[in-house]
């Protein structure tokens, strides 16, 4: 089975930036190329931290036929997180994994393709990485995770916090697959510049270590759009879907 990611490049040439959370987990090497063909691919991003050995997958695929091989190549049991970068595998991850497999959301792939760092807003945040004591406030405030995750990424120093005349406003960090995300400016501190300047400090940090700095936004969330392209950030052309078994 071919485990070489770059034979699926003529797929990806078609919106690179929508396949980039693929390309760039096996550039880092945190993913695992499964399979891969130059209409389908299919990459395993472990979750550590995770008590039940839960995995992210990363599958895109040309047509049906691609999709129902990589669908058999899923494990069929345990926790399973999902991003199918075609909307026509959902109905065969469905028929595969049961009703208990749920769509999340729909997202737009965001990048940051410049080599120059954003122009950060200067409205007096302070920004560090945030460590596990911070989590109690953490979970408290992002719903999305359990802890066990968000502690894994405090452990590993993947969360930043923004923090306002000594006062935690908000954090962000990088998921397990490397994505930017978790972005959450508590109610009361909002509209006040904080999430442009927590994203902007993440990206830069991102281009430090020489990452092309991506995310994903629901299609229907219209101001964390409008903050991407604020930030420089190019949106993709097509859309991914997330999908989850618990």
Same mark, same amino acid.
Request: aromatic fraction near 8%; charged fraction near 20%.
């Given at each position: 089975?071919?485990?070489?990611?770059?034979?699926?490049?003529?797929?990806?040439?078609?919106?690179?930036?929508? @396949?980039l959370?693929?390309?760039?987990?096996?550039?880092?090497?945190?993913?695992?190329?499964?399979? $891969?063909? /130059?209409?389908?691919?299919?990459? =395993?991003?472990?979750s550590?931290?995770?008590?039940?050995?839960?995995h992210?997958?990363?599958?895109?695929?040309?047509?049906?036929?691609?999709?129902r091989?990589?669908?058999?190549?899923?494990?069929?049991?345990?926790?399973?997180?999902v991003?199918?970068?075609?909307?026509?595998?959902?109905?065969?991850?469905?028929?595969?994994?049961g009703v208990? +497999?749920?769509l999340?959301?729909?997202?737009?792939?965001?990048?940051?393709?410049?080599?120059?760092?954003p122009?950060?807003p200067?409205?007096?945040?302070?920004i560090?990485?945030l460590?596990?004591?911070?989590l /109690?406030?953490? $979970?408290?405030?992002?719903?999305?995770?359990g802890? =066990? @995750?968000?502690?894994?990424?405090?452990?590993?120093?993947?969360?930043?916090?923004? +923090? @306002?005349?000594?006062?935690?406003?908000?954090?962000?960090?990088?998921?397990?697959?490397?994505?930017?995300?978790?972005?959450?400016i +508590?109610?009361? @501190?909002?509209?006040?510049?904080?999430?442009?300047?927590?994203?902007g400090?993440?990206?830069?940090?991102?281009?430090?270590?020489?990452?092309?700095?991506?995310?994903?936004?629901?299609t229907?969330?219209?101001?964390?759009?409008a903050?991407?392209?604020?930030?420089?950030m190019t949106?993709?052309s097509?859309t991914?879907c997330?999908?989850?078994?618990?």
């Amino acid at each position: 089975m071919n485990t070489d990611l770059s034979v699926c490049q003529p797929l990806f040439d078609r919106d690179p930036v929508r @396949y980039l959370d693929m390309t760039e987990a096996v550039r880092r090497g945190i993913g695992t190329v499964v399979y $891969a063909s /130059p209409t389908a691919a299919l990459v =395993d991003v472990p979750s550590p931290g995770e008590s039940d050995g839960a995995h992210t997958y990363l599958m895109c695929c040309a047509g049906m036929e691609d999709a129902r091989r990589l669908c058999i190549l899923l494990p069929a049991n345990g926790s399973l997180l999902v991003a199918a970068h075609e909307e026509f595998c959902i109905p065969l991850l469905q028929e595969r994994f049961g009703v208990d +497999f749920f769509l999340d959301g729909v997202s737009y792939q965001a990048a940051y393709l410049r080599t120059q760092s954003p122009q950060i807003p200067d409205c007096g945040l302070a920004i560090r990485r945030l460590e596990v004591g911070d989590l /109690p406030q953490v $979970a408290e405030h992002y719903k999305l995770e359990g802890e =066990d @995750y968000l502690r894994s990424l405090l452990e590993r120093g993947q969360l930043l916090g923004g +923090f @306002y005349e000594g006062a935690m406003v908000g954090f962000a960090g990088c998921h397990t697959e490397g994505s930017m995300g978790l972005l959450e400016i +508590f109610p009361p @501190y909002r509209r006040r510049g904080f999430a442009a300047a927590l994203e902007g400090y993440l990206i830069d940090l991102e281009l430090s270590q020489c990452h092309v700095p991506f995310g994903q936004v629901l299609t229907d969330n219209g101001p964390s759009l409008a903050l991407q392209r604020s930030l420089g950030m190019t949106l993709s052309s097509g859309t991914l879907c997330w999908l989850s078994r618990d």
